[in-house]
């Protein structure tokens, strides 16, 4: 099946950094979408990215739609203590309905 | 909070023995789909069911089965289970499949 390779596999920041993870594939995508999983809980959407070359922020994350459609990058500003969890890449294989493939997950942790 | 609830939250069970898992989707949601992650991957679908009718099926052996009931709620009944359905279960809810907002998972032990 389709593979999400995503690095790096973990990050270990002082507060206040800039942090920057990707995600690559073997194959084209029609979209990409980041998700951050907190400890104990399930994914929750952060951005998703329909169109190759597409840049879109959401507070201090940015994220961009490659333009070769096979990889996307995820980027968060001044980071804070809170950023701490996993961070997922995600491709829709389902068109219209959603049915995930995620990357194994950027598992970030912030010093105070 | 996404309004998706999962039961229970944890549990132990033996191999061999079978195993019912519970979603509530949000309210107006008529899709669900259930998402099996295993420690240090990211999750791995299992199937969608929408308007009670399964819709889509990954890479899963068929003791992994489900079910939508009227009012859009899910089980998930895995037969037999095997040391390596130890797991967290996810089920995300969506409207006519567009999007997904998970619940916060069940944490599957099998011994």
């Known amino acids: 099946g389709q593979q999400l390779n995503q690095s790096p596999q973990s990050m270990f920041i002082q507060e206040g950094e800039d942090v920057s993870m990707n995600c690559t594939s073997s194959?084209?995508?029609?979209?990409w979408l980041w998700y951050k999983q907190d400890p104990g809980e399930g994914p929750v959407l952060l951005i998703a990215?329909?169109?190759?070359?597409e840049l879109t922020s959401n507070g201090r994350l940015t994220a961009q739609f490659g333009i070769t459609r096979k990889d996307s990058f995820l980027n968060i500003s001044a980071s804070i203590p809170s950023d701490v969890g996993i961070y997922f890449c995600?491709?829709?294989?389902?068109?219209?309905?959603?049915?995930?493939?995620f990357g194994k997950g950027t598992l970030l942790t912030v010093n105070p | 909070e996404t309004g998706v609830t999962q039961s229970p939250t944890h549990l132990i069970k033996t191999r061999g023995q079978q195993v019912t898992l519970r979603c509530s989707s949000q309210?107006?949601?008529?899709?669900v789909s259930w998402y099996q992650q295993a420690l240090g991957q990211g999750p791995q679908f299992i199937f969608q069911?929408?308007?009670?009718?399964?819709?889509g099926r990954g890479n899963f052996p068929p003791r992994f089965s489900g079910l939508q009931f009227p009012n859009y709620s899910s089980e998930l009944n895995v037969n037999a289970l095997e040391l390596d359905d130890s797991a967290l279960y996810l089920c995300?809810?969506?409207?006519?499949?567009?999007?997904?907002?998970f619940g916060q998972g069940t944490r599957l032990t099998v011994v």
């Open positions: 995300a809810s969506s409207l006519d499949g567009v999007g997904a907002f």
């Open positions: 194959s084209i995508f029609n979209t």
């Open positions: 990215l329909y169109k190759a070359g």
């Open positions: 995600a491709h829709n294989s389902g068109g219209s309905n959603y049915k995930l493939t």
């Open positions: 309210s107006g949601h008529n899709t």
């Open positions: 069911y929408y308007r009670e009718e399964e819709n």
